[in-house]
């Protein structure tokens, strides 16, 4: 069974200073990856999505990830964090069940930016 | 272009009662998926239609049940409900199994 794991349950930063998050999936088959952002009380927002191709996928925001299947991990880092940044962060996968996609999520991390 | 709506946005039940939420898929969408996010979790997968079927269920009881109209709209049903139900809900939209779009959530509270 497919599973997602962010190591990281809190992140502090300082707003400006440079950000990685961490994700580490496992799954049989190609991944299908994304990182959603998500607001106090709000819904998911995608950010990036890893399908295929270039491993380095650049995403909204100013927000980028590397996919590294050697590792099965999907990092998320941005150069600059902006106090707006400020959220939880979820890694998700995306597994195939006869013709239906779902996805499993980590249990994500959140950010906090000190001004 | 409207992203998905759910309604409605907070609910107070009690333990024992029935709930209905509904979704709305982005424009040009036409299946729906669901997911449960317990306070500090990530979300959960409950069940996905297309078609107006119930295409793939995640590990959730019998009590959770869902309809798709032609519209491609959907509506999550709990029934008898428990304290552990109180959660976030979401719904997502796709176009089949492409990338999936989260509405703002049901936000359920059973006291």
């Known amino acids: 069974a497919q599973s997602v794991t962010q190591p990281d349950i809190h992140i502090t930063v300082s707003e400006g200073a440079s950000l990685e998050l961490r994700c580490n999936y496992s799954?049989?088959?190609?991944?299908?990856l994304f990182w959603y952002v998500q607001s106090p009380g709000q819904g998911l927002q995608l950010l990036l999505k890893y399908f295929s191709g270039d491993t380095l996928v650049q995403g909204i925001k100013g927000f980028e990830a590397e996919f590294k299947r050697s590792q099965s991990s999907f990092n998320l880092r941005k150069p600059s964090v902006h106090w707006s940044d400020a959220a939880e962060y979820f890694c998700a996968v995306a597994s195939i069940s006869g013709s239906a996609r779902q996805l499993t999520f980590g249990s994500g991390t959140q950010l906090t930016v000190l001004p | 272009d409207a992203g998905v709506t759910q309604s409605p946005t907070h609910l107070i039940k009690t333990r024992g009662q029935q709930v209905t939420l509904r979704c709305s898929p982005k424009?040009?969408?036409?299946?729906v998926s669901w997911y449960q996010q317990a306070l500090g979790q990530g979300p959960q997968f409950i069940f996905q239609?297309?078609?107006?079927?119930?295409?793939q269920r995640g590990n959730f009881p019998d009590r959770f049940s869902g309809h798709q109209f032609p519209n491609y709209s959907s509506e999550l049903n709990v029934n008898a409900l428990l304290l552990g139900d109180s959660a976030l809900y979401l719904c997502?939209?796709?176009?089949?199994?492409?990338?999936?779009?989260f509405g703002p959530g049901t936000r359920l509270t059973v006291l």
């Open positions: 239609y297309y078609e107006e079927e119930e295409r």
């Open positions: 424009s040009g969408h036409d299946t």
């Open positions: 997502a939209s796709s176009l089949d199994t492409d990338t999936q779009y």
């Open positions: 799954y049989g088959a190609t991944p299908y």
